[in-house]
């Protein structure tokens, strides 16, 4: 069966740290790029940071130096380390996966994660 688990979300302080993993399964994890997406109330869905299939990596500028992603192609995982969180960090986190190979938009993605909220609040 085809899916991606997110888990790792939850109510952090402004300035601190979170771990999002998302566990893929039913597919050639190799041959995939992964993203993480994210949603906030009453905004869109947006790009924030993504994994190509040799490892290259692309953010947008809100997370530069604060987010990082990361894969493990023998554990079929991807991992997302947040840090330096902010309250306009709030939103409910996506994993996604394209099978183009390198990152791509909303559009592209193949397979989607049920999503984690992620809150940042003091």
């Known amino acids: 069966q085809l899916q991606l688990v997110e888990s790792g979300g939850g109510l952090v302080q402004p300035g601190g740290s979170l771990r999002l993993s998302c566990a893929a399964s039913?597919?050639?994890?190799?041959?995939?790029?992964f993203g993480w997406f994210r949603q906030a109330p009453g905004k869109e869905r947006e790009g924030v940071i993504c994994i190509d299939g040799d490892g290259s990596t692309n953010y947008t500028d809100a997370v530069k130096g604060r987010f990082t992603i990361s894969r493990d192609n023998a554990k079929n995982t991807v991992y997302l380390q947040m840090n330096m969180l902010k309250p306009e960090d709030t939103a409910v986190y996506y994993c996604?996966?394209?099978?183009?190979?390198?990152?791509?938009?909303?559009?592209?993605?193949?397979?989607w994660g049920q999503g984690t909220q992620v809150t940042v609040s003091s």
């Open positions: 996604a996966a394209t099978d183009e190979y390198y990152c791509s938009g909303p559009e592209r993605q193949n397979y």
């Open positions: 039913g597919f050639n994890f190799d041959f995939y790029a």
